[in-house]
Structure formats: structure tokens, C-alpha cells
């Protein structure tokens, strides 16, 4: 018997949360703002938002 410590986890939680994604951009009328959302949301940038204070930016992006 072999045994690996190599799991798919990873890669099936990124393509369940794609197809929220996908589901929360029904109405989009362009592919490339549904791209822009899977990237805000998966590529981990945090903008900051206007009218907030910047000193929670960094604690956000760390809880992922």
C-alpha cells in the first residue's frame, strides 16, 4: 500500500468558491468584471476604501 500526503483539498475549495463567484456575478454583463470579482476575492488584494481608516488593511489582507 503507498501512501501520500498529497491532497486535492486546496483545488477543490478554489473551484467551489469560483462557482459562488460565478453564481454572485449572474446580471454581469461583462466576462471581465467576473474576473476582476474572482480576483479581488482569490488573488488576496485588499484596496483600501475610501472614507476608512488604512491601519485595518494590513490586518484584513492577513486573515485572508
Known sequence: MHLTVLSNA???STNTKLRVLHRMAFGFRQ???LIAL???DR??????L?????S????LAALG
Open 10 to 12: 486546496l483545488i477543490e
Open 31 to 33: 466576462p471581465e468584471h
Open 38 to 40: 474572482a480576483l479581488l
Open 43 to 48: 488573488g488576496g488584494y485588499c484596496p483600501p
Open 50 to 54: 475610501p472614507g476608512r481608516g488604512h
Open 56 to 59: 485595518l488593511a494590513p490586518a
